[in-house]
């Protein structure tokens, strides 16, 4: 009798807890290639961008009122970079060169609008392909002055030789219904993505928000929950950028100092870090990745399988693409392929 053996990939990952050259597309562009060389050399992989890593995370909304900011948003707007557009695949490129998976987190633009900004996410394969194209369903908080609202089309699992592979970013971390879309779709490794700090409150008169327990409760969570490794990439806020927002305004400064940084860390099945933390200094992370260890405490939980009830609960997901304009001609939908297309393929 011939029995089907299941095997459970084993990889190094790097997370990239760097900052971008601030506002300029091109040299993050650059830099990122960079260090997609320097993981593959040390035997990644997958590496993990941060949150909007191309250009910038618009922490500036938390500084100062938006009447101040003007210069800012068109800067960011100008260096935005498109789903199919060169920059991303340069990037393609390079993974498919270095045959390491990437995901990569940019500020998203359309040729429809020219002020229209997604927090978006591409995951890319070691070929080159775009695996995935997700958009942040919900901006948090302040980050609604810069980002339109996503859409369900990438809450995707996509299925990789080193694993069935998701991600979401930030908030959308703390959201269980995103979350579990993920899990009932077989995630095995779950990339979150986060900003280098993320000032909530005045830290003179209030405490603020405390974005390493607030990272570590969500990731713990979900690798709990759904048993899988959760492979945690935060940006980090260098000494060009914090000058840059701190010398607009001398109360920017004090609130960029005193507000808790985001951290990057590698969590295992059991919810329980695999990595050590990093938070004050820039570079890549390694963490090893086997998923082998995914299995044994589905017997525990298992909420995809014997460990729910989906005859009492049930999810339904919308994941159409949405967009500005259907066109229609003789009562038929026409082709309404746009450059914000659901799967993408660069070719070199």
């Known amino acids: 009798m011939w029995y089907l053996l299941m095997t459970y990939p084993a990889f190094k990952a790097a997370l990239a807890h760097v900052a971008p050259v601030f506002l300029d597309k091109d040299r993050t562009v650059e830099k990122a290639c960079s260090l997609m060389r320097e993981a593959a050399r040390n035997g990644a992989e997958l590496i993990v961008f941060p949150e909007t890593y191309i250009p910038a995370f618009p922490v500036w909304c938390a500084l100062q009122a938006p009447i101040h900011n003007h210069d800012l948003f068109r800067e960011l707007a100008a260096n935005t970079i498109q789903a199919d557009g060169p920059e991303l695949a340069t990037i393609?490129?390079?993974?498919?060169?270095?045959?390491?998976?990437?995901?990569?987190?940019?500020?998203?633009?359309?040729t429809v609008s020219g002020g229209c900004i997604w927090n978006a996410n591409v995951l890319i394969s070691d070929e080159g392909t775009v695996l995935n194209h997700h958009r942040k369903i919900v901006p948090t908080f302040y980050?609604?002055?810069?980002?339109?609202?996503?859409?369900?089309?990438?809450?995707?699992?996509?299925?990789?030789?080193?694993?069935?592979?998701?991600m979401l970013i930030c908030g959308e971390n703390t959201n269980p219904l995103a979350r579990f879309t993920l899990l009932a779709q077989g995630e095995q490794v779950h990339l979150s993505t986060y900003p280098p700090v993320w000032p909530s409150h005045d830290p003179a008169v209030h405490e603020n928000y405390d974005l390493k327990n607030a990272i570590l409760i969500r990731a713990g969570a979900h690798s709990f929950e759904g048993k899988l490794f959760n492979l945690v990439a935060s940006g980090y806020l260098d000494r060009e950028a914090r000058d840059?927002?701190?010398?607009?305004?001398?109360?920017?400064?004090r609130i960029l100092d005193a507000s808790p940084r985001g951290i990057s860390v590698a969590i295992g099945p059991n919810g329980t870090p695999i990595s050590e933390i990093r938070q004050e200094e820039e570079g890549l992370l390694y963490a090893d990745v086997d998923l082998s260890l995914c299995v044994e405490p589905k017997q525990l939980h298992?909420?995809?399988?014997?460990?729910?009830?989906?005859?009492?609960?049930?999810?339904?997901?919308?994941?159409?693409?949405?967009?500005?304009?259907?066109?229609?001609?003789?009562?038929?939908?026409?082709?309404?392929?746009?450059?914000?297309?659901?799967?993408?393929t660069f070719r070199s």
Do not use: H
Not at 94 to 106: H, K, N, T
């Open 143 to 166: 980050e609604k002055l810069v980002w339109a609202p996503g859409d369900g089309a990438g809450l995707v699992v996509s299925p990789t030789r080193l694993g069935r592979v998701g």
């Open 92 to 110: 393609a490129e390079m993974a498919r060169e270095c045959g390491i998976f990437v995901s990569m987190g940019f500020n998203e633009g359309t």
């Open 302 to 344: 298992d909420l995809v399988g014997g460990y729910n009830r989906f005859d009492i609960f049930q999810l339904t997901v919308d994941r159409s693409a949405q967009r500005p304009i259907r066109f229609r001609a003789n009562g038929t939908d026409e082709d309404n392929d746009t450059p914000e297309a659901d799967t993408l």
């Open 244 to 253: 840059r927002l701190a010398g607009r305004d001398q109360e920017a400064g």
